[in-house]
Protein backbone atom coordinates (compact mmCIF):
# COMPACT_ATOMS: atom_id res chain seq x y z
CA UNK A 1 0.00 0.00 0.00
CA UNK A 2 3.05 2.42 0.86
CA UNK A 3 4.07 1.80 -3.08
CA UNK A 4 0.44 2.91 -4.18
CA UNK A 5 0.81 5.65 -2.02
CA UNK A 6 4.20 6.87 -3.42
CA UNK A 7 3.50 6.59 -7.12
CA UNK A 8 2.93 9.88 -8.27
CA UNK A 9 3.32 11.98 -11.21
CA UNK A 10 4.03 16.00 -11.44
CA UNK A 11 0.62 16.93 -10.45
CA UNK A 12 0.21 14.55 -7.69
CA UNK A 13 -2.37 13.18 -9.79
CA UNK A 14 -2.49 8.76 -11.12
CA UNK A 15 -4.92 8.69 -14.11
CA UNK A 16 -6.84 5.53 -13.43
CA UNK A 17 -8.86 3.32 -15.92
CA UNK A 18 -12.68 2.83 -15.11
CA UNK A 19 -15.12 1.46 -16.74
CA UNK A 20 -18.50 2.43 -17.01
CA UNK A 21 -21.10 0.93 -15.40
CA UNK A 22 -23.60 2.24 -17.23
CA UNK A 23 -22.05 1.88 -20.87
CA UNK A 24 -19.08 -0.33 -19.93
CA UNK A 25 -16.88 2.12 -22.46
CA UNK A 26 -13.83 2.62 -21.10
CA UNK A 27 -12.33 6.14 -19.41
CA UNK A 28 -9.28 7.74 -17.36
CA UNK A 29 -9.42 9.35 -14.05
CA UNK A 30 -7.41 11.43 -11.82
CA UNK A 31 -6.93 9.56 -8.97
CA UNK A 32 -4.96 11.06 -5.59
CA UNK A 33 -3.45 8.23 -3.63
CA UNK A 34 -1.78 10.67 -1.56
CA UNK A 35 -2.98 14.37 -0.76
CA UNK A 36 -1.10 17.07 0.92
CA UNK A 37 -3.57 19.82 1.60
CA UNK A 38 -0.58 22.47 1.14
CA UNK A 39 0.62 21.63 -2.22
CA UNK A 40 -2.33 19.38 -4.03
CA UNK A 41 -5.27 22.17 -3.88
CA UNK A 42 -7.25 20.93 -6.48
CA UNK A 43 -7.58 17.55 -4.85
CA UNK A 44 -8.33 19.06 -1.62
CA UNK A 45 -10.94 21.45 -3.54
CA UNK A 46 -12.62 18.00 -4.56
CA UNK A 47 -12.42 15.89 -1.15
CA UNK A 48 -13.67 19.07 0.85
CA UNK A 49 -16.29 19.47 -1.53
CA UNK A 50 -17.61 15.58 -1.80
CA UNK A 51 -16.25 15.52 -5.72
CA UNK A 52 -13.10 13.54 -4.87
CA UNK A 53 -14.38 9.95 -6.24
CA UNK A 54 -17.16 11.71 -8.74
CA UNK A 55 -16.53 10.45 -11.72
CA UNK A 56 -18.01 11.94 -15.59
CA UNK A 57 -18.12 9.30 -18.38
CA UNK A 58 -16.92 10.81 -21.23
CA UNK A 59 -18.68 8.49 -23.79
CA UNK A 60 -22.67 8.49 -22.10
CA UNK A 61 -22.26 11.12 -19.47
CA UNK A 62 -23.23 9.49 -16.92
CA UNK A 63 -21.80 9.75 -13.20
CA UNK A 64 -20.66 7.29 -11.01
CA UNK A 65 -18.28 6.65 -7.62
CA UNK A 66 -15.03 5.87 -8.24
CA UNK A 67 -13.62 5.39 -4.82
CA UNK A 68 -9.81 4.39 -3.79
CA UNK A 69 -7.48 3.99 -0.59
CA UNK A 70 -6.33 7.57 -0.08
CA UNK A 71 -4.60 8.99 2.21
CA UNK A 72 -5.12 13.14 2.97
CA UNK A 73 -2.50 14.66 4.89
CA UNK A 74 -4.05 18.41 6.38
CA UNK A 75 -0.77 19.94 7.68
CA UNK A 76 -2.72 22.79 8.61
CA UNK A 77 -4.90 21.13 11.20
CA UNK A 78 -2.49 18.29 11.74
CA UNK A 79 -4.00 15.15 10.45
CA UNK A 80 -4.02 12.36 8.51
CA UNK A 81 -7.08 10.97 7.39
CA UNK A 82 -6.73 7.48 5.40
CA UNK A 83 -9.79 6.19 3.33
CA UNK A 84 -9.75 2.83 2.96
CA UNK A 85 -11.99 0.88 0.25
CA UNK A 86 -11.37 -2.59 1.89
CA UNK A 87 -8.71 -3.99 0.15
CA UNK A 88 -6.08 -4.08 2.53
CA UNK A 89 -6.30 -5.36 6.29
CA UNK A 90 -6.71 -3.09 8.95
CA UNK A 91 -3.04 -3.99 10.21
CA UNK A 92 -1.47 -2.84 7.14
CA UNK A 93 -3.31 0.29 7.49
CA UNK A 94 -2.64 1.18 10.78
CA UNK A 95 1.38 0.37 9.62
CA UNK A 96 1.48 2.80 6.94
CA UNK A 97 -0.65 5.46 8.77
CA UNK A 98 1.82 5.20 11.66
CA UNK A 99 4.68 5.44 9.16
CA UNK A 100 3.37 8.59 7.60
CA UNK A 101 2.48 10.24 11.04
CA UNK A 102 6.25 9.26 12.32
CA UNK A 103 7.38 10.96 9.10
CA UNK A 104 5.26 14.01 9.23
CA UNK A 105 6.25 15.17 12.95
CA UNK A 106 9.56 14.54 12.16
CA UNK A 107 9.36 17.05 9.36
CA UNK A 108 7.37 19.25 11.91
CA UNK A 109 9.45 18.95 14.78
CA UNK A 110 9.14 16.99 17.45
CA UNK A 111 8.12 19.81 19.89
CA UNK A 112 4.89 20.71 17.75
CA UNK A 113 1.40 18.92 18.77
CA UNK A 114 1.15 15.39 17.91
CA UNK A 115 -1.09 14.41 14.35
CA UNK A 116 -4.32 13.10 14.81
CA UNK A 117 -4.53 9.31 12.60
CA UNK A 118 -8.04 8.63 11.33
CA UNK A 119 -9.16 5.63 9.60
CA UNK A 120 -12.52 5.73 7.51
CA UNK A 121 -14.10 3.35 5.80
CA UNK A 122 -16.76 5.42 3.58
CA UNK A 123 -16.07 7.78 1.05
CA UNK A 124 -19.50 10.20 3.04
CA UNK A 125 -17.03 10.00 6.10
CA UNK A 126 -14.08 10.55 4.48
CA UNK A 127 -15.44 13.61 3.00
CA UNK A 128 -17.63 14.46 6.05
CA UNK A 129 -13.97 14.38 8.87
CA UNK A 130 -12.05 16.38 5.94
CA UNK A 131 -14.41 19.05 5.76
CA UNK A 132 -14.89 19.41 9.54
CA UNK A 133 -11.08 19.08 10.60
CA UNK A 134 -10.88 22.26 8.21
CA UNK A 135 -13.52 24.28 10.04
CA UNK A 136 -11.00 23.76 13.10
CA UNK A 137 -13.44 21.04 14.75
CA UNK A 138 -12.64 17.70 16.71
CA UNK A 139 -14.25 14.92 14.68
CA UNK A 140 -14.95 12.93 18.10
CA UNK A 141 -16.81 15.84 19.97
CA UNK A 142 -19.02 16.14 16.20
CA UNK A 143 -19.43 12.44 16.57
CA UNK A 144 -20.74 12.57 20.21
CA UNK A 145 -22.67 15.67 19.38
CA UNK A 146 -25.04 13.88 16.75
CA UNK A 147 -25.49 10.63 18.77
CA UNK A 148 -27.10 13.06 21.07
CA UNK A 149 -29.60 15.20 19.04
CA UNK A 150 -29.90 11.36 17.37
CA UNK A 151 -31.05 10.34 20.87
CA UNK A 152 -33.16 13.66 21.47
CA UNK A 153 -35.09 13.35 18.22
CA UNK A 154 -35.93 9.89 18.43
CA UNK A 155 -37.52 10.49 21.86
CA UNK A 156 -39.82 13.44 20.02
CA UNK A 157 -40.50 10.74 17.49
CA UNK A 158 -38.75 13.49 14.76
CA UNK A 159 -36.26 11.10 13.23
CA UNK A 160 -36.00 7.22 12.28
CA UNK A 161 -33.77 4.86 14.11
CA UNK A 162 -31.63 4.34 10.59
CA UNK A 163 -31.46 8.10 9.87
CA UNK A 164 -27.27 9.48 9.67
CA UNK A 165 -26.67 13.08 10.82
CA UNK A 166 -23.77 14.27 8.59
CA UNK A 167 -22.02 17.66 9.68
CA UNK A 168 -22.15 20.83 6.87
CA UNK A 169 -20.92 23.80 8.45
CA UNK A 170 -21.27 26.30 10.84
CA UNK A 171 -23.23 29.10 10.21
CA UNK A 172 -23.03 32.94 11.40
CA UNK A 173 -24.37 32.13 14.85
CA UNK A 174 -21.88 29.61 15.39
CA UNK A 175 -24.32 27.09 15.39
CA UNK A 176 -23.12 23.75 13.89
CA UNK A 177 -25.56 22.43 10.75
CA UNK A 178 -26.45 18.89 10.26
CA UNK A 179 -27.64 17.37 7.24
CA UNK A 180 -30.39 14.15 8.14
CA UNK A 181 -30.25 11.34 5.58
CA UNK A 182 -33.02 8.98 5.47
CA UNK A 183 -36.51 8.06 6.59
CA UNK A 184 -36.72 11.58 7.69
CA UNK A 185 -34.72 13.81 5.31
CA UNK A 186 -33.90 17.38 6.51
CA UNK A 187 -31.42 19.33 8.57
CA UNK A 188 -30.75 20.60 12.41
CA UNK A 189 -28.49 22.93 14.32
CA UNK A 190 -26.76 21.70 17.54
CA UNK A 191 -25.86 24.33 20.05
CA UNK A 192 -22.08 25.97 20.09
CA UNK A 193 -22.83 25.25 24.16
CA UNK A 194 -23.53 21.21 23.31
CA UNK A 195 -20.06 21.39 21.47
CA UNK A 196 -17.96 22.77 24.76
CA UNK A 197 -20.00 20.74 26.99
CA UNK A 198 -19.28 17.34 25.21
CA UNK A 199 -15.43 19.02 24.41
CA UNK A 200 -15.32 18.78 28.56
CA UNK A 201 -16.77 15.49 28.95
CA UNK A 202 -14.40 14.27 26.08
CA UNK A 203 -11.12 16.02 27.82
CA UNK A 204 -12.16 15.01 31.23
CA UNK A 205 -13.00 11.65 30.63
CA UNK A 206 -10.71 8.80 32.48
CA UNK A 207 -10.92 6.44 29.15
CA UNK A 208 -8.41 6.21 27.32
CA UNK A 209 -7.90 6.59 23.64
CA UNK A 210 -4.38 5.42 22.45
CA UNK A 211 -4.48 3.10 19.45
CA UNK A 212 -8.00 4.33 18.56
CA UNK A 213 -7.90 4.95 14.95
CA UNK A 214 -12.27 5.21 14.14
CA UNK A 215 -13.95 7.20 15.64
CA UNK A 216 -18.03 7.25 14.43
CA UNK A 217 -21.19 6.89 15.64
CA UNK A 218 -20.70 3.79 16.98
CA UNK A 219 -17.65 4.80 18.93
CA UNK A 220 -19.76 7.44 19.97
CA UNK A 221 -22.95 5.47 21.29
CA UNK A 222 -20.69 2.99 23.11
CA UNK A 223 -18.67 6.38 25.11
CA UNK A 224 -21.95 8.68 25.66
CA UNK A 225 -23.95 7.20 29.18
Given at each position: MDDFFDIRDETGARPTLVICPACNQPGFHAAWPWILNTRDTEATHLLLEG???KYQCPVCDKGTTFAYDCLYHDADHRVLLLYSSG???EEQLIESLE???DHAQWNSGSQTPAYRRRIVISPFEFY???????H????RVIELMKVAIKRGMLKEGIIGASDTLVYERTLDDDS???IVFGEVPG???GNPRGYEYLEKLLKDS???LEGEYRFNSSWAERFLP
Open positions: KLFLYPKHAEKARLFEGYDDISFDVVQES
